[in-house]
């Protein structure tokens, strides 16, 4: 499975903010049994609900940045680390949060600095996750192989107009010739 190729999705899913507020709560459900000290967000996307579930559990919250995109689009073919993962790690019960878990690589490369630098437990979370994830997280709030189209994706602004996102628009596109057969 290629990452990214929105063609092998079923269906289109939009996920609008009241969905994002119960998917959030969702996942702190899941994530409090395991008693997390450190939110570990994966930025951009995955702050929103890191950030969320950061407050819901009032434990502390450290952006990091790894990606395969640069200026909003696939550049790598392979996550690149932008902001690492902060000592503070160290002897804490760490969560790490993505928006949506795809091919896994970001939440396990994630996951794999906090142990390096000696946090006791990792666990990986994402608020959607898709079947083919390899590894899966440990807990997602929803798993899905629709075509996903967050809230704060949807649209971008654009010389002071507002457009449809181009990937929102290509990944739509390619769900409609699938329908088509």
Known sequence: MKSYDYAHRFGIKRITWN???ILATRLAELVEPFHPQVILGIARAGLFPATAVACSLRCELFPIRLS???NDEVVYPLPVWKVPVPSEVSGKSVVVIDEIADTGQ????AAESARSLGALQVVTASL???SWADPAPKVSALVS???IIF???ERVLVNGKW???PEIDAGMKAQT???KG
């Open 19 to 21: 969905d994002f507020a």
């Open 68 to 70: 395969r995109r640069l």
């Open 106 to 109: 970001t939440l396990s490369l």
């Open 128 to 130: 959607i996750s898709h």
């Open 145 to 147: 192989d629709e075509f």
């Open 151 to 153: 809230p704060w994706d």
């Open 163 to 165: 457009i449809i996102h």
């Open 177 to 179: 010739r699938n329908s």
